[in-house]
């Protein structure tokens, strides 16, 4: 076949390092995109840079990684499974040492719902986590009005960020984790696996056939000699992990948006609450419009594609190999 034996453990820990540092190095953005897509009514923010920007001056720098711990728990196996998987369906799907276009969608499909059992709970908290910060700043727009003179009604902005000495009670992981098991049961944790399953399987299917691809252009033009080889595949593969990252990530935007409100449990004043996956449709075109569910989109992929690129260039350096092999 004239292709490497996948070996499981060290495609575990490749997947689990990647997702440690990719994390670590896009979390801010991730947590300004739940912010983005959660505004319904009340502007809070502006974009992306407004949100940064607020975000640090109301709960300063370490407010914009609020979720992270969560994240980076829980993100070393769902990469781990996500990249593992991938390879392992492809190598059984192959033929000859050859992969033909369905069976790299396939894999992908495989790939992506393998991720759901973890993936889900781990966005469940942290969408909780990194929400609470853009409630806390709408609260006092949703006091009670004091009467006004006659005249024309101001326009409805969002208010000052707020001081350190007036910042509520921040809620926690474990705090979250408990009433909803205590409530809900283990479903609580749940809560979104459709959504979620419908926005990783299609990300997957684009995503690993387009680096395949990509990453496969990189390797042609090597030459074949294998110290040139291995470099040229570190900075294709990184290249290829950023571009189809970034191509899928806003190809499966709407479904994160649909995504993201399912699994927000606390609703800001007048915001809409929703009973599965084809409300929450059919209410954000009826009140927002169809560009609300573009909501985001830069953001995800300048969070997805920096996340994939470090994480494929982290995945063919083959950590997981030299771990191994220093403790064989």
């Given at each position: 076949?004239?292709?490497?034996r996948?070996?499981?453990?060290?495609?575990?820990?490749n997947?689990?390092?990647?997702?440690l540092v990719g994390?670590t190095?896009?979390f801010?953005i991730?947590?300004?995109?739940t912010?983005l897509q959660?505004?319904q009514?009340?502007?809070?923010?502006?974009g992306?840079f407004?949100?940064?920007?607020?975000?640090?001056?109301?709960?300063g720098?370490f407010?914009?990684?609020?979720?992270?711990?969560?994240?980076l728990?829980?993100v070393?196996p769902e990469?781990?499974i996500?990249?593992?998987?991938?390879?392992?369906?492809?190598?059984?799907?192959?033929k000859?040492?050859?992969?033909p276009l369905w069976?790299?969608?396939?894999?992908?499909c495989?790939a992506?719902t393998?991720?759901?059992?973890?993936?889900t709970p781990m966005e469940m908290?942290k969408?909780?986590?990194q929400?609470?910060g853009?409630?806390a700043?709408q609260r006092p727009v949703?006091a009670p009005?004091?009467?006004?003179?006659p005249g024309?009604?101001p326009?409805l902005?969002?208010p000052?960020?707020?001081?350190?000495?007036?910042?509520?009670q921040?809620?926690?992981?474990?705090?979250?984790t408990?009433e909803?098991?205590?409530?809900?049961g283990?479903?609580?944790l749940?809560?979104?696996?459709?959504?979620?399953?419908?926005?990783?399987?299609?990300f997957?299917m684009i995503?690993f056939?387009l680096?395949?691809n990509?990453?496969?252009?990189?390797?042609?033009?090597a030459?074949?000699?294998?110290?040139?080889?291995?470099?040229a595949?570190?900075w294709?593969?990184?290249?290829?992990?950023c571009?189809?990252?970034?191509?899928?990530?806003?190809?499966v935007t709407p479904?994160?948006?649909i995504?993201t409100r399912l699994?927000?449990?606390q609703?800001?004043?007048?915001?809409?609450?929703?009973?599965?996956i084809?409300d929450c449709t059919?209410?954000i075109?009826?009140r927002?419009?169809?560009?609300a569910?573009l909501?985001?989109?830069t953001c995800r992929?300048?969070v997805?594609a920096?996340?994939?690129g470090?994480?494929q260039?982290?995945?063919f350096?083959?950590v997981?190999e030299?771990?191994?092999?220093?403790l064989?």
């Amino acid at each position: 076949m004239g292709e490497k034996r996948v070996s499981l453990p060290a495609k575990l820990i490749n997947g689990g390092v990647a997702g440690l540092v990719g994390v670590t190095c896009v979390f801010p953005i991730d947590l300004a995109k739940t912010r983005l897509q959660n505004q319904q009514g009340i502007q809070v923010y502006k974009g992306m840079f407004d949100c940064l920007a607020k975000t640090i001056r109301s709960e300063g720098y370490f407010g914009c990684y609020r979720g992270a711990a969560v994240n980076l728990t829980l993100v070393t196996p769902e990469k781990a499974i996500k990249l593992a998987a991938n390879d392992v369906f492809r190598q059984q799907l192959s033929k000859d040492g050859r992969l033909p276009l369905w069976g790299e969608v396939l894999a992908g499909c495989g790939a992506g719902t393998c991720q759901v059992v973890v993936t889900t709970p781990m966005e469940m908290l942290k969408i909780q986590l990194q929400d609470a910060g853009r409630l806390a700043a709408q609260r006092p727009v949703a006091a009670p009005a004091q009467p006004a003179a006659p005249g024309p009604a101001p326009p409805l902005v969002a208010p000052p960020p707020q001081t350190q000495s007036s910042r509520p009670q921040r809620p926690s992981a474990t705090g979250i984790t408990v009433e909803l098991l205590k409530t809900r049961g283990l479903t609580g944790l749940y809560r979104g696996a459709g959504a979620t399953l419908m926005r990783d399987v299609p990300f997957s299917m684009i995503y690993f056939p387009l680096f395949a691809n990509l990453n496969a252009l990189g390797r042609e033009s090597a030459g074949g000699q294998a110290d040139v080889q291995a470099q040229a595949s570190f900075w294709q593969s990184f290249m290829a992990g950023c571009c189809a990252g970034s191509v899928a990530a806003v190809a499966v935007t709407p479904l994160d948006v649909i995504k993201t409100r399912l699994q927000t449990l606390q609703k800001g004043e007048g915001e809409d609450t929703y009973r599965g996956i084809l409300d929450c449709t059919r209410r954000i075109m009826r009140r927002e419009g169809p560009s609300a569910f573009l909501k985001g989109a830069t953001c995800r992929a300048l969070v997805i594609a920096p996340l994939f690129g470090i994480a494929q260039g982290v995945y063919f350096l083959g950590v997981g190999e030299m771990v191994l092999g220093l403790l064989g």
